[in-house]
């Protein structure tokens, strides 16, 4: 190899120097990717909005401009209660959302969670099952990151109330009572001994009337629970106590219309209607027009002081002064027509009932209260042919069993199956025992089934009962009708029941029924004929007593029991 001269350098061969310079290539490329990595491992991190946008550019807000931003935690909070003090299902659907979006922001806020809740509690009518679970998961999700475990799991127990099922209610009292258990805050044990009191509303008044009463003694601004309370109190037979409840409610919330038609159905059914035409009248003489109120005093006319004509008149003119039908259809507008229906149809105006209904169904074409008013009148005209497709678009709607398997059995009684009429009417009765008219509507279907026995079986006990103990008519005024019209049975519907010319047996059925049905002077005329055949039926005797004191003839009803009672010491009527 040549030599080089000391100190020099040697330069490299050719054959190296393309190695040399990939070697330097990666080293550079190297350096820059780390410098990039400690550039983006030192910068503050970004924060990226719901929309997407890079906010950490933004300057640092304060504590106070935080809390008070509509987008904080705080101002989601006051917007969404400020939505539930507006009132009406559309605005707590819109604050759902709003303590929804707080409730993520913040799952610990005690006021996220119960703003959550009470907003899905206020919209929860029509709520269907998505809606639900949508609901549970926002929790579900809250749940993990919060440290008020006691606050989610309340929340989630009002949630499981909003759509209640068996099993939501027992959910959602297990639920109430752990926070019951590991809470100190007051307002919390308030709210979980409420969920309580509401999840036993459907078994037991009494249960439902002391945790509510409980929930009240600790935190007596929850307004929902004096309404709740009331209904309780109602249903143990407490009517002052429900009406002071209401009373109470109205005081704090004096726009709850609910309350007012509540106290107006509790005089109605005391027999006070002129107390309910008063609730009525006091809000009328602040807002002449407030529609709520002339409808609701229509309806007192026809449904409990028998003056249908002028329900009519009342009906049509506030028909006629509802806003254009495309704005009302959804809710005034049906509501009024089937009540006119039903005023109509009271005062014997059926083709003017008829068309009010159908007007009605026009509006809102699944309205249950239209199709009843349509069922009812074809019952009245005897067309089976009409009655069966109504009966299915009620099913499962009035909010109780044992009236639509009554309406059921009248169905089958114009079909003339006699054997299902009767067994619709025996679960009528069995749904309610109050229900002393599906017993004699099951004695004459078995009596028209030729089955003797069954049919004695069915009129002696509707004979036996407490005549004074009668069921309460549906909760909603939309669904009414009169029970008494449904015994209006063409023929000598009992003819069958008596052996001979001699059987009182079928005079004093006859009688029951005609009590029942609301002729009183016909009753007292079959009674005196039961008593023509056997001047001893202690049933009969007991049944002139019974009419006796609804004339105000206490002598006559003492001297008329003490006979029944010497022919029958164990007839518990005549003892009554």
């Keep these: 190899a040549p030599s080089t001269p000391s100190g020099a350098v040697a330069s490299p061969s050719p054959a190296r120097r393309p190695r040399r310079a990939l070697w330097l290539a990666l080293a550079g490329a190297a350096l820059i990717a780390a410098a990039i990595g400690a550039w983006v491992y030192l910068r503050p991190s970004a924060r990226i909005s719901s929309s997407g946008t890079d906010d950490s550019r933004a300057p640092p807000r304060s504590e106070t401009a935080q809390e008070d931003a509509p987008g904080s935690a705080e101002g989601l909070i006051a917007e969404g209660e400020r939505l539930l003090r507006e009132g009406g299902a559309e605005a707590a659907l819109e604050a759902q959302a709003i303590f929804e979006k707080a409730v993520r922001l913040d799952p610990s806020h005690a006021g996220a969670l119960a703003g959550f809740a009470r907003s899905v509690e206020l919209s929860a009518a029509g709520m269907d099952e998505v809606r639900l679970e949508q609901a549970l998961g926002v929790l579900g999700a809250a749940e993990k990151r919060s440290k008020d475990r006691a606050g989610v799991a309340l929340a989630r127990a009002e949630l499981l109330l909003a759509r209640p099922t068996p099993a939501r209610e027992g959910e959602a009292r297990q639920l109430a009572e752990k926070v019951l258990e590991q809470s100190e805050d007051r307002l919390q044990r308030a709210r979980a001994h409420r969920v309580v009191g509401r999840s036993w509303l459907k078994q037991s008044s009494a249960l439902a009337a002391k945790s509510l009463g409980e929930a009240l003694a600790l935190a007596p601004s929850l307004e929902e629970a004096w309404s709740e309370r009331a209904a309780a109190l109602e249903a143990t037979g407490d009517f002052a106590g429900a009406l002071a409840h209401l009373q109470k409610r109205l005081e704090l919330d004096p726009g709850h219309w609910p309350s007012v038609e509540a106290r107006v159905r509790i005089f109605r059914d005391v027999g006070k209607p002129a107390r309910g035409r008063a609730e009525y009248a006091r809000i009328l003489a602040a807002q002449p027009r407030h529609q709520r109120a ?86 009245d005209r005897r067309r089976p042919a009409e009655a069966d497709p109504r009966l299915s678009a009620i099913a ?175 007839l518990g009527l005549g003892h009554y």
């Design 396 to 570: 499962g709607k009035l909010g109780d069993p044992a009236v639509e398997k009554l309406l059921e059995g009248r169905v089958r009684m114009l079909q003339s199956r006699w054997d299902d009429a009767e067994k619709a009417f025996r679960a009528a009765h069995d749904a309610d025992r109050r229900r002393v008219d599906a017993l004699i509507l099951a004695g004459i279907s078995a009596s028209k089934a030729r089955r003797r026995d069954d049919a004695l079986h069915h009129l002696g006990q509707a004979a036996r009962a407490d005549p004074n103990r009668v069921p309460p008519p549906l909760a909603n005024p939309g669904f009414y009708f009169d029970p008494k019209a449904l015994l209006a049975v063409q023929g000598d519907a009992l003819a069958a029941v008596a052996k001979g010319r001699h059987d009182g047996t079928g005079h004093l059925f006859d009688a029951v029924l005609r009590f029942y049905a609301g002729d009183s002077k016909g009753s007292a005329k079959r009674l005196r004929a039961a008593l023509a055949v056997d001047r001893g039926n202690p049933l009969a005797l007991a049944w002139r007593a019974v009419l006796a004191l609804r004339t105000g003839d206490r002598r006559a009803a003492r001297t008329m029991g003490a006979q029944a009672v010497a022919q029958d010491r164990l």
């Design 294 to 379: 002339r409808l609701g005093l229509a309806a007192l006319q026809y449904q409990a002081e028998r003056r249908p004509k002028e329900a009519v008149r009342a009906l049509r003119a506030l028909a006629s002064s509802l806003p254009p039908k495309d704005r009302s259809e959804r809710a005034e507008r049906p509501e009024v027509l089937v009540h006119l229906a039903a005023a109509e149809r009271a005062a014997g105006n059926a083709p003017n009932a008829e068309r009010a209904a159908k007007n009605a169904l026009a509006a809102a074409p699944d309205d249950p209260a239209a199709h009843l008013q349509l069922l009812l009148l074809a019952i």
